[in-house]
């Protein structure tokens, strides 16, 4: 099995490559050239095993050219304590008997980007050392504010790699800024943008396809990676969740064997959803994948009429993981659904980037919706739904989550479909305590002067538990203090830390 390219199948690459490319020479995503399945027999037989156990019954498939020892010493690494304080990993929580949450932010970081971005670096080095690389790696990595810190956890201090982040100045909150100007680590920078992060992944994979940018830094013995959701390695990691809550609802005994579920998806750069969809096509009895969004809704509108229409304004939300308006991942699923048409994938593709538009044909968009539904939440609508969640579940949402949740009411009073759903929680509510807050608490709010001073109180109030990452932030000096950069200053910076 191999890896090829989204834009021209004639590409051959093997996982490892694929990992250590992050985006393929033409533009194109990498993407596996076979269908992989898992039989339910043994989708059962992940029943009691561990969660290390099971991502690697899944991820062995994805990555033949690793070795036993390789794929299960980075799963180790990934995934042991004290990075994961939780022993299950990925817990699922069961609010009523047809609605579940699978809580995917016991990271060191505490949003999901920490089940990819925790295992990356190994898998990165292991395909270094089979390609005996004696090169120094950057990865360079555009964030809409959780990548960003999950990336600089997962590669600090990680030998021959150098980590560069770009965060939208105006587009994060104070916890996740802070969660990243405070990181230790030698080989971490950390840039505040002067744009949004549109502007930021598109820059990033400007210079990706540079081959001028590329030779120059060849010449300082470096070569660029990706950690965005466009490298298969952060795609990859996430299809195991999605396994995992099945065998532990099969193993409390919620779910008849080959029961349907849906998941519910709090969506951006459409990579979380994509691994729902890899998990749905490999056999997992999943019968929708909810694509939730917030204000910046495009990929609703895609699932409503096959037009992505990116000419449209751009919201700053209070879920900013969500607040994308070129969802990167969507080019995999056209590949998939269009079997391998690299011709027609890559003219849409063009479309978007010359005009910010694209239409895909009639029998693409049938496919496209017999698997997902789509629909979004507005500020009030996922305000108000923190609150009855709370009231009814006693259960704290962070604005992302809350979005999945909205949704999924939305999709039951349309379809009348009650078939038990998991909500997939991407992020801590700890890490947005100000949105969380007013959405209980609005008569309270001007009481407490900051971000930190808020969710103490929200602690105080609720009771729910702060992740251990959270709990201990605001003692951490800020180290990083570099001026807010243009976008098309990005490329220099990346020389003059170098020099
Ligand atoms: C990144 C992120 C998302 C969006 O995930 P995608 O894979 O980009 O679709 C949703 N919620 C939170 C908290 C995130 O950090």
């Known amino acids: 099995m191999h890896y090829t390219s989204t834009r021209d199948n004639r590409i051959q690459v093997m996982s490892h490559n694929a990992i250590l490319e992050g985006l393929s020479k033409d533009g194109g995503l990498f993407v596996p050239d076979k269908l992989i399945s898992v039989s339910f027999n ?42 994961f304080a939780h022993p299950k990993v990925t817990p699922i929580q069961s609010l009523s008997e047809n609605l579940y949450i699978l809580e995917l932010w016991h990271g060191p970081t505490g949003a999901f980007k920490d089940i990819a971005l925790q295992i990356l670096p190994h898998l990165l080095v292991a395909a270094k050392r089979k390609n005996k690389s004696t090169h120094q790696t950057l990865i360079l990595v555009a964030t809409s504010g959780d990548t960003g810190k999950a990336a600089l956890e997962g590669f600090k201090d990680i030998p021959g790699i150098r980590v560069m982040v770009y965060y939208p100045q105006k587009g994060i909150s104070k916890i996740q800024e802070h969660q990243m100007l405070s990181q230790e680590g030698g080989n971490v920078s950390v840039v505040g943008i002067d744009g949004n992060f549109d502007h930021a992944q598109k820059e990033v994979k400007r210079m990706f396809s540079d081959a001028l940018f590329n030779e120059a830094l060849m010449q300082k013995g470096t070569i660029l990676s990706s950690a965005n959701s466009i490298n298969w390695g952060r795609l990859a990691p996430q299809i195991v969740y999605y396994f995992s809550a099945y065998a532990d609802l099969l ?34 009895p999943i019968q929708k994948l909810i694509c939730a969004s917030n204000q910046n809704n495009i990929l609703t509108d895609f699932f409503q009429t096959g037009t992505y229409n990116q000419n449209r304004p751009f919201y700053v939300t209070t879920s900013p993981s969500m607040d994308i308006l070129r969802s990167s991942n969507v080019e995999r699923l056209l590949y998939h659904l269009n079997q391998s048409n690299t011709p027609l994938v890559s003219q849409w593709m063009k479309g978007l980037e010359t005009q910010n538009v694209y239409h895909i044909d009639e029998k693409t968009f049938e496919h496209l919706k017999r698997d997902f539904y789509a629909n979004f939440a507005t500020q009030i ?11 009814l579940y006693h259960y704290l949402l962070d604005p992302h989550t809350a979005v999945a949740m909205h949704v999924l009411n939305t999709y039951r009073e349309e379809y009348g479909d009650s078939t038990k759903s998991v909500i997939l929680s991407t992020a801590s509510p700890y890490k947005f305590p100000s949105s969380v807050f007013a959405s209980l608490y609005p008569q309270d709010l001007t009481s407490f002067q900051n971000e930190f001073s808020t969710l103490d109180e929200l602690h105080k109030r609720t009771q729910f538990p702060i992740p251990p990452c959270l709990a201990h932030l605001k003692d951490k000096p800020p180290l990083h203090n570099q001026p807010p950069c243009a976008i098309s200053n990005m490329s220099d910076i990346v020389f003059r830390s170098l020099s």
């Open 42 to 83: 043994e989708i059962q037989a992940l029943m009691g095993l561990s969660y290390q156990e099971r991502a690697f019954q899944i991820l062995h498939k994805y990555f033949p050219d690793y070795t036993h020892e390789e794929l299960t010493s980075c799963i180790r690494s990934a995934y042991a304590r004290p990075s």
């Open 251 to 284: 193993e409390k005994g919620v779910l008849q064997n080959g029961e349907k579920i849906n998941f519910v998806v709090p969506t951006g750069n459409f990579g979380n959803i994509l691994a729902g969809y890899y998990a749905k096509k490999m056999g997992l």
């Open 381 to 391: 609508q996922t305000q108000s739904t923190i609150a009855k969640t709370h009231q």
